[in-house]
T-cell receptor
Framework: RKEVEQDPGPFNVPEGATVAFNCTYSNSASQSFFWYRQDCRKEPKLLMSVYSSGNEDGRFTAQLNRASQYISLLIRDSKLSDSATYLCVVFSGAGSYQLTFGKGTKLSVIP | DAGITQSPRHKVTETGTPVTLRCHQTENHRYMYWYRQDPGHGLRLIHYSYGVKDTDKGEVSDGYSVSRSKTEDFLLTLESATSSQTSVYFC????????????FGEGSRLTVL
C-alpha cells in the first residue's frame, strides 16, 4: 500500500520561531511532491511544489530527499496566520491517477 | 480563485435516501475530482474525470457514482446514503493537466443519520 506518513502534531510554537515538518513516502516511483495548507473547516490550498533541488518561497523552504524518501517543509519567522494543518502530497503519476495525501500536521503559532 | 463552486454546502439526510452533490467550474478545465475527508484519514479520491463522459474510479468508489455530461459540471451521487458516507466532500480541478496541483472547492458537509 502506498503511504504518506506525517507527524500529526500539534506543533505549538511561539511567533517568530522556526518550525520544520517532515513527511515520508513509501512509493519509490513517486514523481512529484507538494505541500498543501488547510485551515480549520476550509478547503486545502496548494502551498508549494517540491523540487529535487529544493525550493524557497519567502519564509517557506521545501526540500526533497529521494534516497531517504522524505520531504520537508521549513517555516521561518512563524506568523499567527501560519496556524493551519499542512498536508504532504505525493504524486506517482503511474497509470491511473495516483495522488496520495498525508493526514496532515497541525501547526499552532502562539502569540 | 479557480472558479469552483460546490452545492449544497451542507446537507443532512437519512439512511437510504439518494444524494447528489454538484461541482461546477467556470474555466473549462479537463480534469475534475471528488474527494472525501474524514478524521484520521488523508483526503481520499472517490472518482475523477478527464473529460466529458470520461470518468474513472478512485480509491473509495464503492457506493458512489459520478456523471459528467458537460465540461463544467461533475456530479457525485450516493444512490442510497449510509452513515459511513457522513463526511466532507471536496471537488477539485487540475489547472495544468493531470498533475498534483489541484484547486479545491469549499467542500460539502454531508451528514447521514
Amino acid at each position: 500500500r502506498k503511504e504518506v506518513e506525517q507527524d500529526p502534531g500539534p506543533f505549538n510554537v511561539p511567533e517568530g520561531a522556526t518550525v520544520a515538518f517532515n513527511c515520508t513516502y513509501s512509493n519509490s516511483a513517486s514523481q512529484s511532491f507538494f505541500w498543501y495548507r488547510q485551515d480549520c473547516r476550509k478547503e486545502p490550498k496548494l502551498l508549494m511544489s517540491v523540487y529535487s533541488s529544493g525550493n524557497e518561497d519567502g519564509r517557506f523552504t521545501a526540500q526533497l530527499n529521494r534516497a531517504s524518501q522524505y520531504i520537508s517543509l521549513l517555516i521561518r519567522d512563524s506568523k499567527l496566520s501560519d496556524s493551519a494543518t499542512y498536508l504532504c502530497v505525493v504524486f506517482s503519476g503511474a497509470g491511473s491517477y495516483q495522488l496520495t495525501f498525508g493526514k496532515g500536521t497541525k501547526l499552532s503559532v502562539i502569540p | 480563485d479557480a472558479g469552483i463552486t460546490q452545492s449544497p454546502r451542507h446537507k443532512v439526510t437519512e439512511t437510504g435516501t439518494p444524494v447528489t452533490l454538484r461541482c461546477h467550474q467556470t474555466e473549462n478545465h479537463r480534469y475534475m475530482y471528488w474527494y472525501r475527508q474524514d478524521p484520521g484519514h488523508g483526503l481520499r479520491l472517490i472518482h475523477y474525470s478527464y473529460g466529458v463522459k470520461d470518468t474513472d474510479k478512485g480509491e473509495v468508489s464503492d457506493g458512489y457514482s459520478v456523471s459528467r455530461s458537460k465540461t463544467e459540471d461533475f456530479l457525485l451521487t450516493l444512490e442510497s446514503a449510509t452513515s459511513s458516507q457522513t463526511s466532507v466532500y471536496f471537488c477539485a480541478i487540475s489547472v495544468h493537466g493531470d498533475t498534483g496541483e489541484l484547486f479545491f472547492g469549499e467542500g460539502s458537509r454531508l451528514t447521514v443519520l
